[in-house]
């Protein structure tokens, strides 16, 4: 039986950072065969100021508060500032971050 690889991928965004924002994330399976996305959200918060990397720091949170069990995880992302801080545990800086900070 084929080792199954457990992939998240998470995005947000605002327009005019800050500015309205939305967030996403995808739960992919894989095996060397066969890649299945097993779990799909978005969410959009409304039309608050909100920053680039607050949204996407609420699509990762999203992502791994939906996430089922699983032994392993490989997280991707295209938030440097969100990657660093799970990598070498860095702090957010931001409030809101730093009050939801699950990482």
């Known amino acids: 039986m084929a080792a199954v690889e457990t992939i998240l991928f998470f995005d947000g965004g605002s327009r005019g950072n800050p500015g309205p924002a939305a967030s ?22 409304g039309r608050q100021a909100m920053t680039n990397n607050v949204a996407e720091f609420l699509g990762l949170l999203a992502g791994l508060s939906a996430l089922r069990s699983t032994t392993t995880l490989t997280i991707i992302g ?4 969100l990657i660093d801080m799970l990598n070498n545990g860095t702090t957010p800086r931001n409030s809101t971050c730093n009050k939801r900070n699950a990482c």
């Open 78 to 81: 295209d938030c440097r500032i």
């Open 24 to 45: 996403g994330f995808v739960h992919v399976q894989r095996t060397d065969r066969l890649a299945v996305v097993t779990h799909a959200g978005s969410i959009y918060h």
